[in-house]
């Protein structure tokens, strides 16, 4: 079992910067892919990026690539987002993810109870 808390959302004008952390329980947290989610009001859950246990594969949804980073420190069983130049329509709650390479498509395996990012105009 691998408990998810997740940490750094808060307000940030357009083109502002925040960097989200999650921090996960258990023993296995360095086997598994992390990732981060994200569901805006009336929308559906959505991919925002993964990266895998030894750090060294990325993955990114198109709308983030070049303004977001994931990052991973498997000695402090924690995973970042550093999410730069913010737009509006990243405002959305913010869900950190783990499990097997079915996060690639959406299925994790344990999810984070979410932290809300609002970007201001």
């Known amino acids: 079992q691998v408990q998810l808390v997740e940490s750094g959302g808060g307000l940030v004008q357009t083109g502002g910067s925040l960097r989200l952390s999650c921090a996960a329980s258990?023993?296995?947290?360095?086997?598994?892919?992390m990732g981060w989610f994200r569901q805006a009001p009336g929308k559906e859950r959505e991919f925002v990026a993964a990266?895998?246990?030894?750090?060294?594969?990325?993955y990114y949804t198109d709308s983030v690539k070049g303004r977001f980073t994931i990052s991973r420190d498997n000695s402090k069983n924690t995973v970042y987002l550093q999410m730069n130049s913010l737009k509006p329509e990243d405002t959305a709650v913010y869900y950190c993810?783990?499990?097997?390479?079915?996060?690639?498509?959406?299925?994790?395996?344990?999810w984070g109870q979410g932290t809300q990012v609002t970007v201001s105009v």
């Open positions: 993810a783990a499990g097997r390479p079915t996060l690639l498509s959406g299925d994790p395996d344990f």
């Open positions: 258990g023993r296995t947290f360095s086997t598994y892919i």
């Open positions: 990266i895998n246990w030894s750090g060294n594969s990325l």
